[in-house]
């Protein structure tokens, strides 16, 4: 069953975080809700609709950025007082706006994710979760990753009020007071979490930064997934869910909003499982979504915010039909008044602006001058996507971006973006010198582009910075640099436990270096690993090679370190990296290896099915312009064999991805290569001269021809 629902855009308030608007309790059934939305200004804008107009109930007076908000009151009651942070400052607010509230919560860190329950306040910032009951201190938690997001349970089912953090490193945990309960595995890095059932329950939903949704049943001891929802058609990650029946089944319906600007909403069927039974897009994120009654009584809808703070609805009621040629346009006197005011506030503003350019030009030519730089918000994310072993960069600003220059002093290729409109130039790169560049790209946008996505793909042991130089269309002209560190295992991602039964190399470490200083190595050359040293005595962490799937462990403490791997060049980049950072810092560090000649041909045997894809892939591509011709010279494909016909069929397809793949091909002959150098660089032996037989070897490609000439090198 599908649903309709048509947009209305509301009001626009400054720049805003994630969760930061709610939809106050509607004081009888059916009637319209208030609003309440906070912004990066500070500012607490409450309003409701009428006659089509938004009419302000409050409004405070600018302040502190407002990272989150959520609704409280006494238990039983209606959760009508608003609850906003800001640094690491707790407000309280009624809903007719008289601050009642004032709570520091003297942390070191601003508060990024905030929880009411009735008489309890749970607060976390980075690392650290703490809860207060009546202001007064309670537990505190010190998590190993960073918190992203908190909620809490309470139901007849559980003895106590149960905590529930997002975390970082893929696991939400369950605290029991001050200690961890237990935790729960999920798919991707949980970024917010929602109760399914606002009245109560023990079922939680989440949403990942990579665009995964699941349902988990949470218990004192132990927790079971529900459901989980992949993202398989790539959308954005998820900044928002709540739960609401739009459809008017009677079962809550899940609403969703993403970092790309879709707004979804699944429905439930006879099944227990979820399906989309609507999706929109916006032009930019939505940092909050809501389900209620805004606009106009007796019709529900979805209400969003997007980073620009503008407060859009989705709402259930009917558009009125519109005047077609020859029809007689006929308005509504309210319609009318509507129409009257616009034009006079536009005319309005028009003249504001013509001041306001006559006072600048008057006073940018006065002596006594002083240039002004504009102010302006960037929100950017740069992740690395498993599907395809890339890199995303997405950069999102609250005024339209004029242009964008990409600078990198790697080796880094652009892969091509559908959603990208921009016009992309390169200009040529002296990569020899000293601080030279390998890419220097710029991005024209197109008139009112606020968004732009990028995607980059790096070479693991190629480490170094990526900048973007961003320009909005302000004048003056001004802008802000954004820095990304390319990692030298920057393919790696975190995962939860790897395969023990592969053939494995392992690296050693012992020296006089301190725990915090061997951490810091570790996230100098690995992704997705918390900056701060975590707690305990030594550590271990898991990852996996998202572009090849070997795998690796890294677990370490004072004094020690021990690496193991199934790909050898990955041993060998570490080594490498870890050598130099100890000896920036004048460590001796004393370094064994153990080689198991098995995981070279495991690792070529895991690269082999790719390798075999890309060239089939480049060989299609290459006899496309010479079948077109045989095609439009004999009139049709007919006298083909079945499969050139197939290539012809394809090719659009066929050349699409060739040209998304750019350097792929390239990609895995520099890895087999590596590895070959690899190999025999851990038995001293240098192989470099043998190179160039191995790529003939790999211009005529089979896996055994490939495997014997690893093993029958004559040294």
Not at 171 to 196: F, H, K, M, N, T
Not at 643 to 653: F, G, K, Q
Request: glycine share 6%.
């Amino acid at each position: 069953m599908e649903i309709h629902l048509n947009r209305v855009d509301y009001i626009q308030v400054g720049v805003t975080s994630q969760k930061t608007m709610r939809l106050l309790p509607a004081l009888g059934k059916k009637t319209t809700q208030k609003v309440a939305i906070a912004d990066h200004d500070g500012v607490l804008t409450c309003f409701g609709m009428k006659k089509g107009e938004a009419v302000p109930a409050f409004k405070t007076l600018p302040g502190q950025k407002i990272a989150r908000m959520d609704l409280g009151g006494a238990a039983g009651t209606p959760q009508e007082k608003i609850f906003v942070c800001s640094g690491s400052q707790v407000r309280g607010f009624t809903k007719k706006g008289k601050q009642f509230l004032t709570f520091e919560a003297n942390l070191t860190e601003s508060i990024n994710a905030m929880h009411v329950s009735g008489a309890d306040l749970f607060v976390c910032a980075s690392y650290i979760y703490n809860h207060y009951c009546d202001c007064k201190d309670q537990d505190y938690y010190l998590s190993g990753d960073k918190i992203n997001d908190i909620t809490c349970l309470s139901s007849e089912n559980l003895t106590r009020l149960v905590p529930v953090l997002a975390c970082q490193d893929r696991v939400l945990r369950v605290l029991q007071g001050s200690e961890l309960a237990y935790d729960i595995e999920v798919p991707g890095p949980p970024s917010v979490l929602e109760l399914y059932n606002k009245d109560g329950g023990e079922q939680i939903l989440y949403g990942t930064t990579d665009g995964k949704i699941g349902l988990v049943q949470i218990g004192e001891d132990s927790a079971a997934t529900k459901w989980e929802i992949d993202n398989d058609k790539k959308k954005g990650g998820i900044l928002c869910i709540d739960t609401y029946d739009i459809v008017g089944d009677g079962v809550n319906d899940i609403l969703v909003g993403r970092d790309d600007g879709t707004v979804e909403v699944y429905g439930f069927d006879s099944s227990s499982e979820p399906t989309l039974r609507f999706e929109h897009v916006l032009s930019e994120s939505v940092t909050s979504i809501q389900g209620g009654c805004v606009g106009k009584e007796s019709y529900d809808e979805v209400l969003t915010a997007t980073y620009t703070g503008w407060v859009t609805g989705l709402t259930t009621e009917p558009q009125k039909a519109e005047a077609g040629p020859g029809d007689e346009v006929r308005m509504s006197k309210e319609t009318q008044s509507k129409v009257e005011a616009l034009r006079a506030e536009l005319e309005q503003l028009q003249v504001k602006v013509l001041q306001g350019r006559e006072q600048y030009q008057q006073t940018s030519q006065s002596s006594t001058a002083v240039s002004a730089v504009p102010v302006f918000s960037i929100n950017d994310k740069f992740s690395l996507c498993q599907d395809d072993a890339s890199y995303s960069l997405t950069l999102e600003v609250q005024t339209a971006i004029d242009n964008l220059l990409l600078q990198s002093d790697v080796p880094i290729d652009l892969l091509d973006v559908d959603k990208n409109s921009a016009v992309v130039s390169f200009s040529e790169c002296d990569s020899e010198q000293p601080n030279g560049n390998f890419l220097l790209a710029t991005y024209r946008c197109q008139a009112n582009t606020t968004r732009l996505e990028l995607k980059v793909r790096s070479i693991e042991g190629q480490y170094g910075t990526l900048q973007a130089y961003v320009t909005p269309r302000l004048q003056p002209k001004t802008c802000q640099v954004r820095q990304y560190q390319i990692k030298p295992l920057s393919l790696h991602q975190r995962t939860h436990s790897i395969d023990q039964d592969r053939p494995m190399n392992r690296l050693s470490l012992v020296g006089q270096f301190s725990f915090a200083e061997i951490h810091s190595w570790v996230v100098f050359c690995l992704p997705e690993v918390p900056e701060k040293t975590p707690a305990g005595e030594s550590i271990t962490f898991y990852f996996h090679n998202t572009f090849l799937g070997t795998h690796l462990e890294a677990t370490y403490c004072k004094g020690e370190g021990h690496f193991r791997s199934d790909n050898i060049s990955t041993i060998s980049i570490l080594s490498d990296v870890l050598s130099k950072e100890a000896t920036k810092r004048k460590i001796n560090l004393n370094i064994s290896y153990d080689i198991d000649d098995d995981s070279v041909s495991h690792t070529l045997k895991m690269i082999h099915p790719k390798l075999e894809y890309q060239l089939l892939l480049a060989r299609k591509v290459q006899l496309i312009d010479a079948l077109k011709e045989l095609q439009v010279h004999e009139g049709n494909a007919d006298f083909l064999i079945p499969e050139y016909r197939n290539i012809l069929d394809e090719s659009a397809n066929l050349l699409e991805e060739y040209k998304k793949q750019p350097a792929h091909l390239e990609r895995l002959y520099g890895m087999i290569t590596d590895l070959f150098i690899d190999k025999f660089k851990f038995k001293g032996q240098n192989v470099k001269t043998k190179v160039s037989s191995l790529l003939e070897i790999l211009d005529s490609y089979d896996l055994n021809s490939l495997l014997n000439f690893f093993n029958d090198v004559d040294m």
